[in-house]
């Protein structure tokens, strides 16, 4: 057997005070569901990956209507009809930030059929959603910084007539996780993971980006990519900054040969890729248009650039708690 089906990967802190369940805010331990679930046995389930960010106004959950909405589009997908509207969801997850009084955050509202329900077209069960806010960490590391190496991933994203990408669900983390898994045993920090057709897609957890000539380029939903919402924020960043973007489908080659290139993800934020497989990209460190959208994107989630402040959600009774991590030591 290859060693790394049997290696246990690095786990998030899953650590708060209380879970939010279908309205109710209960002890984190006690926060259960049965062992005959249907999403724990299909992977039918949708979910989200949100933070919360201290700003001088108090804590704000960054793109929180945005969340909201794709979590409400993954579940029509699967046909989990959710018991609760788009605004009920937005002050369930403000809710579940204050009763954690936790910052940064990462929060994850989870939408499951959790009742004894096999046989995997029973589409009947209760659906229930579940709000976690625990605490937020750097995802790829030190390499947040100083640049992550990653490797193309012999899984492949499966093609979305097979497993629509545009849907965040449960199930299509079964080839992130294989990436991730074996990214980890050949000694990278990410995967970079090729559509069906070969061309790059994204990480296991990220949207991908290059930086060539001044332009930038990122894979688009012909490539099976979860449309991301940092992907999103950082398009609209780098074109007030001045630099173009566009979409595209993007060969290996393409992403070898590039200036600069750099991850994107609520869990990542930006990551720049030092190196691909054997390859440096650009000349391996940081290069200067990533550390520029790096530096306004780092202002825009903790309210320091006005022009976006559309994007971040108060926490109301969190002014206290959110003000004092110093700029220098959150970048
Ligand atoms: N692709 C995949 C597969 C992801 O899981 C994520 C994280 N949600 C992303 C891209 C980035 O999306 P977002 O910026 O909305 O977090």
């Known amino acids: ?29 006690q926060a259960r569901v049965h062992v005959l679930g249907h999403t724990l046995h299909y992977g039918v389930g949708v979910f989200e990956g949100i933070r919360a960010y201290p700003t001088d106004a108090g804590t704000a959950v960054f793109r929180l209507a ?14 989990l009809p959710v018991p609760f509207d788009a605004p009920a969801i937005e002050r369930a997850i403000v809710e579940t930030v204050a009763a954690n009084r936790i910052v940064p955050a990462y929060i994850r ?3 499951y059929r959790g009742e004894p329900a096999l046989g995997v077209k029973n589409s009947t069960g209760k659906v229930s959603l579940a709000i976690a806010s625990i605490p937020a960490k750097k995802y790829l590391g030190d390499g947040s ?42 000694g990278y920090d990410e995967a970079i993971l090729l559509d069906a057709h070969g061309y790059v897609a994204e ?18 939903l012909e490539s099976d990519i979860l449309l991301g919402i940092t992907r999103e924020t950082v398009m609209t960043i780098a074109e007030d ?13 393409e992403l070898l040969t590039a200036d600069e290139a750099f991850f994107t993800g609520t869990y990542a934020e930006l990551a720049p890729l030092r190196e691909v497989g054997q390859h440096a ?37 969190t002014k206290a708690a959110a003000a004092p991590t110093p700029r220098a030591a959150r970048r």
């Open 281 to 317: 990209i650009g000349t391996a460190v940081p290069g200067p248009v990533t550390r520029k959208v790096m530096a306004v994107f780092a202002q825009a989630v903790h309210g320091e650039e006005p022009r976006y402040a559309r994007w971040l959600t108060p926490v109301p009774g």
């Open 1 to 29: 057997m290859r060693r790394w089906l049997g290696e246990v990967p690095k786990m998030m802190a899953a650590r708060g005070e209380k879970i939010w369940m279908d309205g109710h805010l209960v002890d984190f331990d």
């Open 109 to 111: 509202p989870l939408v």
């Open 66 to 79: 945005e969340h909201v909405r794709r979590l409400l589009t993954s579940a029509r997908v699967y046909r």
């Open 241 to 253: 900054l001045g630099y173009p973007v566009v979409s595209k489908l993007i060969s290996v080659n």
């Open 145 to 186: 910084e100083s640049g992550v190496r990653a490797k193309i991933s012999p899984f492949r994203k499966p093609h979305s007539d097979t497993i629509p990408s545009f849907a965040k669900a449960c199930g299509n983390y079964l080839s992130s996780y294989l990436a991730g898994l074996d990214a980890q045993h050949d």
């Open 203 to 220: 990480g296991t957890g990220e949207n991908l980006f290059l930086v060539r000539d001044g332009k930038l380029y990122t894979p688009g």
